[in-house]
């Protein structure tokens, strides 16, 4: 097979930050083992995979892979493929809609040069910390933690120990903070060495529930927020009823194709 590549940075206006993820746009689907396979070969925090459903609308299904498995739900390879759709196969439309295994129907447009996805807002629950630690119980009753630290600096400063992570019944672990100035209003960092992911860049779709978070902390429902890995990546988030809008750029950095 030879099929259209693309790897896009996204949640970046400039190349090389943000968050790099693949796009591969197929015209059927092959066995999923091909599709881990890729994901593997590309060794990115993920890969997404799309097939068109429907050219009037238009729709595509979508899947995510990291390099060791499959994933539910991700941002920041959703704005990537959404990129793609628009700017580089040049779909006439500003409205994509995008269906997926586990998280419904997803809807992407182009809002005055950005993307912008909506997505479903995820629920937090709050659990005590008791001497700031996380009972084996409480870690064993989540699927993702996320912590607020003191300080933005104190995210920035924070040393990940990944063997603790991967102990963990948690498949990953966030921490946050409120930010210290204007344009932001909190500050993130993403761990998930369980998927094969030691740090992400930007993850959207944590934000997904970091938006429910910071709309209780905060008692507000739009948001600049700044993921601050190494690449470093800027969301904007608006928070409407149970959804939540992601907003974000992209910048493409290699075009290709994938043949075996």
């Known amino acids: 097979m030879n099929v259209p590549f693309y790897q896009v940075d996204a949640f970046t206006s400039r190349a090389f930050g943000g968050n790099p993820a693949a796009v591969i746009l197929l015209e059927e689907w092959p066995e999923d083992v091909v599709l881990q396979a890729i994901a593997e070969e590309n060794n990115l925090s993920e890969t997404a995979f799309l097939v068109e459903l429907d050219k009037e609308e238009p729709a595509y299904f979508i899947r995510w892979f990291t390099p060791v498995d499959e994933v539910d739900l991700c941002g920041h390879a959703t704005l990537a493929s959404a990129h793609v759709l628009f700017d580089e196969v040049g779909l006439k439309t500003n409205k994509i809609r995008l269906e997926t295994k586990e998280a419904g129907s997803l809807f992407v447009s182009r809002n005055h040069g950005q993307i912008v996805m909506d997505f479903p807002l995820v629920p937090i629950r709050l659990i005590a910390m008791e001497d700031q630690s996380i009972s084996h119980q409480q870690a064993a009753e989540a699927t993702s933690l996320i912590l607020e630290l003191e300080s933005e600096q104190a995210v920035a400063d924070f ?25 932001y209003d909190f500050v993130s960092r993403f761990f998930a060495p369980h998927y094969g992911i030691p740090e992400d860049p930007v993850t959207g779709s ?22 601050l890995s190494k690449r470093r990546g800027e969301l904007t988030l608006e928070v409407r009823g149970n959804r939540v809008l992601l907003k974000g750029s992209c910048q493409t950095i290699i075009r290709g194709a994938f043949m075996w």
């Open 159 to 183: 040393v990940p120990d990944q063997n603790i992570i991967r102990r963990l019944h948690a498949h990953s672990v966030a921490i946050t903070a409120k930010a210290e100035g204007k344009p």
């Open 206 to 227: 944590l934000h997904c529930a970091l938006a429910d978070y910071w709309q209780k902390r905060l008692d507000q429902t739009q948001f600049k927020a700044v993921q």
